[in-house]
C-alpha cells in the first residue's frame, strides 16, 4: 500500500504529456508496482483526482482520499495531519472539510489541531502524523498530539523512528506507516507498508491505523540510512 499519492502536475519533472495521457500514465503505473491500495491526494484539482480515482477502481485498486492540512504546532514551524476520509462522496467531503478549516484562522496553533481532528472525527475519518522525524520540533510535536490527542499513527522515513519514540512514549503502542507522498512517477512506493490478515478497505485500514486491529501483520518499507542520530541528535 501507498497512502500518499499526488497526481502530478504536469509543469513539474519536466512533463510535457496531455493531461488525460499523463491520468493514464499514472494509474497503469500504480497498477504495475502491484500496490493494492492508495492514498489519493486531493490538491483542489477536482476533475484530475475523479479520473485518477475511476481508472483505479476499474483496476480493482482501492482507493482512500487524502487531503493534507500544514499548520504550525509547538516548535514546529509546519506540522502536516494527512486526513484521510470514507470513500462515499468523497469530493463534497473534502470540500467542506477543508472550508470550515480555513474559517478557523483566527483559533490559535493547539485549537487548529484539535479543530482538525474534531472534523476527521465527525467525517468518520482518520489521521496520520506525516513525517514526523524530519526534525526534533515534528518529532516532539507528533509526542505531544500522541499524548494529548491519542493520535498513534506516525508516518516516518527514517528506521530508527521506532526506537526513538518508544524511548520518548515509554510504551509501543503506536502504528508506524511508510508512504512515498509521491509527486514525480519516479517516487511512487519508494516508501510503502504492507499490510496481513485483513481484506483492504477503508473501514478495515481504518481500524489498522487507529490501532483498534492488533492481530494483522503490517510492516513499513524503508531504505535505511545513516544520517538519523547525527541529526537527532541534540533531540535525544
Same mark, same amino acid.
Given at each position: 500500500?501507498d $497512502?500518499?499519492i499526488?497526481? @502530478?502536475?504536469?509543469?513539474e519533472g519536466? *512533463?510535457?504529456l496531455?493531461p488525460? %495521457?499523463?491520468?493514464?500514465?499514472l494509474?497503469t503505473?500504480i497498477?504495475? &508496482?502491484? +500496490?493494492?491500495? !492508495?492514498?489519493?491526494?486531493?490538491?483542489?484539482n477536482s476533475e484530475?483526482?475523479?479520473k485518477?480515482?475511476?481508472?483505479?477502481?476499474q483496476?480493482?485498486?482501492?482507493?482512500?482520499?487524502?487531503?493534507?492540512?500544514?499548520?504550525? /504546532?509547538l516548535n514546529c514551524?509546519?506540522?502536516? /495531519?494527512?486526513?484521510?476520509?470514507?470513500?462515499q462522496?468523497?469530493?463534497e467531503v473534502?470540500?467542506?472539510?477543508k472550508e470550515? $478549516?480555513?474559517s478557523m484562522?483566527?483559533l490559535? /496553533?493547539?485549537?487548529t489541531?484539535t479543530?482538525?481532528v474534531d $472534523? !476527521?472525527?465527525?467525517?468518520? =475519518?482518520f489521521?496520520?502524523?506525516? &513525517?514526523?522525524d524530519?526534525s @526534533?520540533?515534528? *518529532?516532539d510535536?507528533?509526542c505531544v498530539l500522541?499524548?494529548?490527542?491519542?493520535?498513534?499513527?506516525?508516518?516516518?522515513?527514517?528506521? %530508527?523512528?521506532?526506537?526513538?519514540l518508544?524511548?520518548?512514549? &515509554?510504551t509501543?503502542d503506536?502504528?508506524l506507516?511508510?508512504?512515498?507522498?509521491?509527486?514525480?512517477?519516479s517516487? +511512487?512506493a519508494?516508501?510503502?507498508?504492507?499490510v496481513? =490478515?485483513v481484506t483492504?478497505?477503508?473501514?478495515s485500514?481504518?481500524?489498522? +491505523?487507529?490501532g483498534?486491529?492488533?492481530?494483522?501483520?503490517l510492516?513499513v518499507?524503508?531504505?535505511p540510512?545513516?544520517?538519523?542520530?547525527?541529526? /537527532?541528535?541534540?533531540? *535525544?
Open positions: 500500500m $497512502l500518499l499526488h497526481i @502530478p502536475d504536469p509543469k519536466g *512533463l510535457t496531455p488525460d %495521457e499523463m491520468l493514464k500514465i494509474v503505473l497498477q504495475t &508496482k502491484k +500496490i493494492a491500495l !492508495v492514498g489519493l491526494a486531493w490538491d483542489n484530475a483526482w475523479l485518477v480515482a475511476e481508472g483505479l477502481k483496476r480493482k485498486i482501492c482507493v482512500i482520499p487524502v487531503t493534507q492540512v500544514t499548520t504550525p /504546532f514551524s509546519r506540522f502536516t /495531519f494527512n486526513c484521510y476520509f470514507p470513500p462522496n468523497a469530493l473534502l470540500s467542506e472539510f470550515r $478549516l480555513d484562522k483566527k490559535n /496553533f493547539t485549537s489541531a479543530a482538525i $472534523l !476527521v472525527n465527525l467525517y468518520s =475519518g489521521i496520520i502524523l506525516n &513525517k514526523i524530519m @526534533p520540533s515534528s *518529532l510535536s507528533a500522541y499524548r494529548d490527542f491519542g493520535l498513534k499513527a506516525f508516518d516516518i522515513v527514517h528506521p %530508527e523512528t521506532s526506537k526513538i518508544q524511548e520518548k512514549l &515509554k509501543d503506536f502504528v506507516v511508510a508512504s512515498s507522498d509521491a509527486r514525480l512517477f517516487q +511512487i519508494q516508501r510503502s507498508i504492507s496481513k =490478515g483492504l478497505s477503508f473501514t485500514i481504518r481500524s489498522v +491505523i487507529t483498534k486491529n492488533k492481530k494483522c501483520s510492516s518499507n524503508l531504505t540510512t545513516g544520517v538519523f542520530r547525527e541529526k /537527532f541528535h541534540a533531540g *535525544l
